[in-house]
């Protein structure tokens, strides 16, 4: 991460406001031009989603459409409950499942690891950032979620139909496309991410506070736990918030595994859906214009809540690094 | 080759190395066979022009180079007789005796003030409040520094001045209650007046524990230290009394330093 | 605590990190293992001349392959790169440049937000924008909605690497009475050069393997076209559709295809990860040239 007071200072000495040169005008305009795509791109984001979107905003209303469970596109009814649920249930059941690890990771290949086995787990787990979410979504489905079924949920299933009949219903038909199996594949995609926020975080940590650490007589951990891990607080967290924004948003893998269903309640084992999940799966079908603005009113409200989620954490992570201040 | 001059036979060493070279590498020589003793009560300063290996002396007498994997050790350090280098010794036991204070000042940012000098305590899982107030308190008046922060102990260590937080750190070393205090250019990153509270915070100091003091001011060394040496390109070139060595040193290259030929 | 305890405790946390490390490696281990082994058996020459057809031909046994996906990929990812770079790299250079431009902190946190998107709302938005406009799905509105995902990540590497230029560049150029815009153009980006190429390959690679955005916007097609205003195959895409078809012969195209994309994706990230580390050892490098001029106490 790059300290941004320094060199923005240094360019706000070099040359005055206008620019003599009529090269310097001309290059300048360009830039700014074309810089205003980035800007306009996110505007046109927010306002023509919302315009699409109007039409099931004005039907149903804003706060009705958000807890409204029933989606039935063939009588023309939608709500958007049961997607917000699936989302918020799989990214933060990932989230909870991926942060001891992706620390761990982070701890052991900056403090622990000797240095070609930590730039071989670096590799690797950068690596899995890179991996197409259709590529894991593919394992899923001919690899993993049988597996979980055969070795988890079957098993389970048949356990309760035996011995505690009142679980079935809440179990539901264990095919292996699942909230479950979603959020532990969600969980490993988002494992890099943490890692690697995690791991710059770290490495910032200044020698010297380390080192006060074991003049005080510290063992290995005690230093982690004495000094690096509390000034690393504020990175750690901002990646986290990160990974988190990146699970609200992760759209093949899951639509994949998910089962797809569009009813309230989710069994543990039965299938499910989220935001995502839902506008791939039923996009391209839609023909009743209804149906086409409810599904991209879903689409709305998954961007307001990324913009959200990503507000809180600079927030976080401005409050927590104005902290340390050294 | 280093001079060793015996110049106070009745007061004691606390610490004291026989021919000790710390090495880079395999190759560079930091400092080379340094016999040179620590008295008891006493500060000592070290000066010598930069990069002479002053700090890395200094860091190797609390095994500070254990931290480095390039870094070799070679020769004793004794403290109170037993080498800190022998085999079976603990390093992390030899830290707890011998404590350290850096050149920039390193208080724990996000730790309230009671809890950066209280830091050493924790370790040992000291948790008894009275016990630990009573120890913060003590460390902070040895510090010169409990009047000025006595009614906000909880507030955050960064939260105070550059000088405020390097006596915040002597504090911290103190509360463990070390023989050795080793200081590294303590003040060279403070302003005057911090400066000089300081120099007057480690004449009093030299009651409690004994200590060694990096400093590139000669001015420094003669105000605080009762001992000094000086090193020059990895070897201690002379060892005496600091009214000695000023004023009469023995060594041409220690008459050079002195008269700023070189700095 | 006793000494010996705080040994003891370090030690289990230290097999504590050992064994959640494993937990994270060995998916990944499988993973890959899993793709190669199961889509080496599916490549053959088929795979990269035919076009995948009706399913009647993977029913009947009749010669399908994945080419016009992969040339499609090829196509859309390449037209998509033309339209990103240059707003992207715009976009850097005025963020890193022209800090005191009021539109400069207002681009940053545009772009901030945008590389936190899911791409699938990128997809929605092409297709607002494009496929609705022009009557139907095409390879253009995929390339654009790909563009959409590229611009902010070109546009954050091109920030961070014209910053760590070295200061002194920009006072030479001046210094010498290039006017600001040759110093920019002529000796920073240049200097840059690697880091924003860098920058570009993983914009490239990421959007590559993004399959939501063109299922929405190109759509897909069985057959090969070269067409920009007709759907598209492309392989991200038609992967999704052969692991949820019922036809075996589709599924292990689709193991095929996952190596492909995988093969690509990794290639491009490693090319991506020399040039970084070869940038950073020259960032530090200068660096330490620095800090060695202005410390006194070298090698205490």
Not at chain 1, 170 to 194: F, Q, W
Request: charged share 15%.
């Amino acid at each position: 991460m790059i300290d941004t007071l320094d060199h923005s200072q240094l360019i706000k000495r070099l040359a005055p406001a206008r620019y003599r040169r009529p090269g310097d005008r001309v290059f300048k305009t360009i830039i700014v031009a074309l810089s205003s795509g980035i800007i306009l791109l996110a505007l046109a984001m927010a306002v023509v989603l919302w315009i699409e979107a109007s039409p099931t905003f004005s039907k149903f209303g804003y706060l009705n459409f958000l807890t409204s469970s029933t989606w039935d596109p063939v009588a023309g009814i939608h709500g958007a409950l049961p997607f917000i649920i699936g989302t918020l249930v799989t990214s933060f059941g990932a989230l909870a499942l991926a942060v001891l690890p992706a620390l761990a990771v982070a701890i052991f290949t900056s403090e622990y690891a000797p240095r070609w086995l930590a730039t071989v787990i670096n590799y690797l787990v950068d690596l899995l950032a890179a991996i197409p979410s259709v590529v894991i979504g593919i394992w899923g489905i001919f690899n993993f979620a049988p597996f979980m079924r055969d070795a988890v949920y079957m098993p389970i299933y048949e356990w309760a139909y035996e011995h505690a009949q009142w679980m079935v219903p809440m179990l539901g038909n264990p095919s292996g496309y699942n909230i479950i199996t979603a959020t532990l594949i969600l969980a490993l995609m988002i494992v890099p991410y943490t890692v690697a926020l995690s791991r710059d975080a770290i490495r910032l940590v200044p020698k010297e506070q380390r080192e006060a650490a074991w003049a005080l007589g510290s063992t290995r951990w005690e230093v982690m736990k004495l000094a690096v891990l509390p000034y690393a607080r504020s990175g750690i967290i901002a990646g986290i918030l990160l990974s988190l924004a990146r699970a609200l948003g992760e759209t093949m893998a899951i639509a994949m595994l998910i089962g797809n269903s569009n009813r309230l309640p989710f069994t543990l084992f039965g299938p499910a859906a989220t935001m995502p999940s839902l506008i791939i799966n039923e996009f391209r079908e839609a023909v009743e214009p209804l149906h086409y603005t409810s599904i991209i009113a879903v689409g709305f409200y998954l961007f307001l809540i990324t913009i959200v989620i990503n507000m809180i954490a600079t927030l976080v992570q401005r409050k927590l690094a104005g902290q340390r201040k050294l | 080759m280093s001079t060793l001059e015996q110049v106070n036979t009745a007061e004691s060493f606390r610490m004291e190395t026989k021919d000790l070279s710390v090495c880079y590498n395999k190759s560079s020589f930091g400092v080379r066979d340094i016999s040179m003793p620590v008295y008891n009560n006493q500060v000592t300063a070290l000066i010598g022009p930069s990069g002479c290996g002053k700090t890395t002396y200094l860091r190797a007498l609390n095994r500070m180079h254990d931290l480095s994997p390039e870094t070799a050790v070679t020769g004793q350090a004794l403290l109170d007789g037993e080498d800190i280098y022998a085999a079976k010794v603990d390093p992390v036991v030899v830290r707890r005796k011998i404590g350290m204070v850096f050149q920039k000042p390193t208080p724990f940012p996000t730790k309230s003030i009671y809890d950066n000098v209280a830091a050493g305590l924790a370790l040992v899982g000291i948790r008894k409040k009275s016990i630990l107030d009573e120890a913060v308190e003590k460390a902070l008046q040895g510090a010169a520094l409990w009047d000025e922060v006595k009614d906000r102990l909880k507030s955050p260590g960064g939260s105070l001045s550059g000088g405020q937080q390097q006596r915040l750190s002597i504090a911290r070393a103190l509360a463990i209650e070390p023989e050795v205090l080793l200081m590294d250019e303590p003040t060279s990153s403070l302003d005057p007046n911090s400066t000089i509270k300081i120099e007057e915070l480690i004449k009093e100091l030299k009651n409690k524990v004994s200590i060694v003091i990096v400093t590139h001011n000669m001015q420094q060394a003669l105000r605080v230290s009762d001992y000094t040496g000086f090193f020059f390109v990895g070897s201690l070139i002379e060892f005496a009394k600091t009214d000695a060595l000023f004023n009469k040193p023995s060594q041409d290259k220690t008459k050079e330093y002195l008269s700023g030929f070189f700095s | 605590m006793e000494l010996s305890a705080r040994y003891a405790r370090d030690k289990v946390v230290q097999v504590f990190i050992v064994l959640l490390t494993l937990l994270v490696i060995v998916p990944l281990a499988i993973i890959i293992i899993y793709v190669v082994v199961n889509g080496i058996g599916s490549i053959n020459g088929d795979f990269f001349t035919q076009e995948l057809g009706s399913p009647s031909r993977a029913i009947q046994g009749k010669p399908t392959g994945l080419v016009h996906s992969i040339i499609g990929t090829i196509i859309i990812d390449l037209v998509a790169l033309l339209m990103a770079v240059p707003f992207g790299l715009a976009t850097g250079i005025l963020m890193s440049e022209y800090p005191d431009h009021p539109m400069s902190g207002f681009a940053r946190l545009m772009s901030k937000t945008l590389n936190g998107m899911p791409a699938v709302l990128m997809g929605l938005l092409a297709y607002a924008l494009v496929v609705k406009n022009t009557g139907g799905f095409s390879a253009l509105a995929g390339a654009v909605a790909l563009a959409f995902v590229m611009i902010p990540i070109i546009s954050a590497t091109t920030e961070s690497v014209l910053r760590i230029t070295p200061w002194s560049l920009r006072e030479v150029g001046l210094a010498i009475g290039l006017p600001r815009w040759r110093v920019t153009m002529s000796l920073v980006v240049p200097a840059a050069k690697n880091g924003i190429i860098t920058g570009i390959l993983i914009a490239f690679a990421r959007a590559a393997g993004e399959a939501a955005p063109l299922m929405l916007t190109s759509f897909g097609n069985n057959f090969l076209t070269f067409d920009l205003m007709s759907p598209m195959d492309t392989l991200p895409q038609r992967l999704y559709s052969l692991a949820i078809s019922p036809y075996k012969v589709w599924h292990g195209m689709g193991w095929a295809g996952a190596i492909i994309l995988l093969l690509f994706v990794m290639i491009t990230f490693f090319i991506g990860r020399l040039v970084v580390n070869r940038m950073e050892r020259q960032a530090t490098q200068i660096e330490n040239i620095g800090k060695n001029q202005n410390s006194k106490e070298i090698g205490q």
